[in-house]
């Protein structure tokens, strides 16, 4: 039986002919990313050259501790001569900076500390999230563990509505399908072909809020465009064998859906259609993280709320996923139009969307986000609610003050 594209990147890194669901790999890891802090205690790494450094989620730092952790990064960049370091001006929220700059590449294997590591899937770059002791061995050794999980097929198919967005699309599925603990998903389908490389990251950030191990998207004309130019190194796509066994199939017309917002708390099974809780008055709105601070995401917000003004007692967030989107945002006249319309355009950082700085709620406010999580207590107090929608639909509700279907506007 054939492997699916992710059980061959497995066996392909493990030196092994095939894998299975079931089986533990040991594999070489082509990149890895750390962010805000490393530890002075390391006396020897597998591969500097590997390295991806920067700041995103303190930053610009915060805190004295925050700013104690970025000198002690860049005492570990001078100790061990790391050539991929993104210093403060230069920085960006660590999936985007990753996509962006060409480290992330189709056929590799990517690790970070950071859970929404998925995101890197859509450029058929097989990658995830570990926690801290496990990087710090990657860091030393090059290498780390996963265990080969059932794969999903999401087949997409048709072109999105106006006005709906591929947010919508990854907040539908676990509307519908629940969690994917333990299992993996890959994409296909022509609808593929309408969806750009900015919703392809969207979704395959937001995986991480569908319990998903790894997340990737197939190696195509639309992928290849984008690294065209942008690769740091050479790679070579993988794609599915025709036999490939999949233990579950999902079909999805696009046409059919239509914009969603998840409701405060969990992700599976608590998605609406947005009609079904417009009218919820909100206090903050913010489109921004690795899932949404991208120009796509910048151009949506700034034609909705053109000519309009932020709704009085609201407060309008919008953080870029680096400082090179920022400044693209700035020459395309996106950021004077949204600060025109009363939003706050901030740096580049991760702040906002854990909670650490740059918009935390206050107790028993609502906000509804384009950022990556709505569990209690994310973005603030723990007695404030948290809803998650497309770009456009956090832009038309800040101009409504309510939540607003974006097709309304």
């Given amino acids: 039986m ?3 594209s992710i059980e061959k990147i497995l066996a392909g890194h493990s030196n092994r002919r095939e894998v299975k669901p079931g089986d533990v790999v040991v594999v070489d890891v082509d990149v890895a990313v750390f962010f805000d802090w490393m530890r002075p205690d390391v006396v020897r790494i597998a591969d500097p050259d590997r390295l ?4 995103d989620h303190q930053v610009p730092a915060p805190t004295i501790a925050a700013a104690n952790n970025a000198r002690q990064m860049r005492e570990f960049v001078e100790k061990f001569g790391v050539k991929n370091y993104f210093p403060v001006g230069a920085h960006g929220i660590c999936h985007v900076l990753v996509a962006q700059e060409g480290f992330a590449l189709p056929g590799k294997i990517l690790a970070n500390a950071d859970s929404h590591t998925c995101s890197s899937g859509a450029l058929n770059c097989l ?3 570990v926690g801290p002791s496990e990087m710090t061995y990657i860091l030393c050794k090059g290498q780390t563990w996963f265990m080969v999980g059932p794969t999903t097929r999401v087949n997409l198919e048709g072109e999105l509505p106006q006005r709906v967005y591929p947010r919508d699309v990854i907040h539908f599925i676990p509307g519908h399908y629940g969690d994917f603990a333990g299992r993996n998903l890959e994409w296909h389908g022509d609808g593929l ?3 750009a490389m900015d ?6 950030t937001i995986s991480a809020e569908l319990s998903a191990e790894f997340s990737l998207f197939p190696y195509d004309s639309v992928l290849e465009a984008y690294l065209q130019g942008r ?3 050479p790679f070579e796509p993988v794609s599915p064998d025709p036999d490939a066994h999949y233990d579950q199939v999902i079909d999805i017309d696009l046409s059919s859906l239509e914009p969603q917002v998840v409701l405060p708390g969990k992700v599976a099974w608590n998605s609406r259609p947005v009609r079904e809780v417009a009218g919820q008055k909100i206090d903050q709105a913010f489109i921004g993280s690795c899932a949404n601070g991208r120009l796509s995401d910048f151009a949506i917000a700034a034609e909705i709320v053109k000519g309009r003004q932020v709704a009085p007692g609201t407060r309008f ?7 090179a989107i920022l400044l693209e945002a700035v020459r395309a006249g996106y ?3 949204l600060m025109q319309a009363g939003a706050v355009v901030t740096s580049s950082t991760c702040g906002a969307c854990y909670g650490g700085h740059m918009g935390l709620l206050a107790d028993e406010e609502v906000c509804i986000t384009a950022s990556t999580r709505n569990f209690q207590g994310r973005m603030g107090s723990p007695k404030a609610k948290v809803f998650m929608g497309s770009p456009a639909t956090v832009a038309a509700s800040a101009v409504s003050g309510v939540i607003t279907d974006p097709r309304d506007l």
Avoid: D
């Fill in 2 to 4: 054939g492997m699916t």
């Fill in 231 to 233: 690769a740091k190194w």
């Fill in 127 to 129: 990658a995830r999230g």
């Fill in 52 to 55: 991806v450094l920067l700041h």
């Fill in 317 to 323: 967030i919008v953080t870029p996923g680096s400082q």
């Fill in 335 to 337: 950021v004077e139009t």
């Fill in 193 to 195: 072909t309408n969806i």
């Fill in 199 to 204: 919703g392809r990251l969207t979704m395959a």
